[in-house]
C-alpha cells in the first residue's frame, strides 16, 4: 500500500495539526486496486491502521502512485479530483481539511 510512514513523521511533528483536528476524529479510507488502509486523525496524532470496523468520513481512492504524490504535496488534492486522477466521498468540509493537511506537511523540493 502506499508508503505513509513519512507522511505520519511530518505530519505528526506540526502542531498545526492539532488546531485544526476537530474535536471528534476524521477516518480516511485509503483505497488502491491491491489494497486498502485506514488514516486516523485525532487531535493527539495521526495514525495508520489496516483494519478497523468503525464509521469512516471520508474514502479516497485512486492509483498508488497518485495517492502517493497527494500525501507528499506534490499535487494538491483538488487538482488530482478535477483531472480524475483520485475519487473522493466525503462532504466538502472534511475535504478542504485534508487538502489542508496533505499541502501544510508537502515535501519541499
Known amino acids: 500500500m502506499v508508503a505513509v510512514d513519512n507522511f505520519l513523521k511530518r505530519i505528526n511533528h506540526q502542531p498545526v495539526v492539532r488546531i485544526l483536528v476537530p474535536n471528534e476524529p476524521i477516518t480516511v479510507l485509503i483505497r488502491n486496486r491491491k489494497d486498502a488502509c485506514y488514516l486516523i486523525f485525532s487531535k493527539d496524532k495521526v495514525e495508520f491502521i489496516k483494519e478497523y470496523n468503525g ?3 471520508c474514502e479516497l481512492s485512486g492509483e498508488e502512485k497518485m495517492i502517493q504524490s497527494i500525501l507528499d504535496g506534490k499535487i494538491r488534492l483538488q ?3 478535477k483531472l480524475r486522477h483520485v475519487q473522493i466521498e466525503c462532504n466538502y468540509r472534511t475535504m478542504l481539511l485534508l487538502e489542508s493537511f ?3 506537511q508537502r515535501v519541499e523540493g
Do not use: P, R, V
Request: a negative charge.
Open 79 to 81: 487538482e488530482a479530483i
Open 55 to 57: 464509521e469512516i468520513d
Open 102 to 104: 496533505f499541502w501544510l
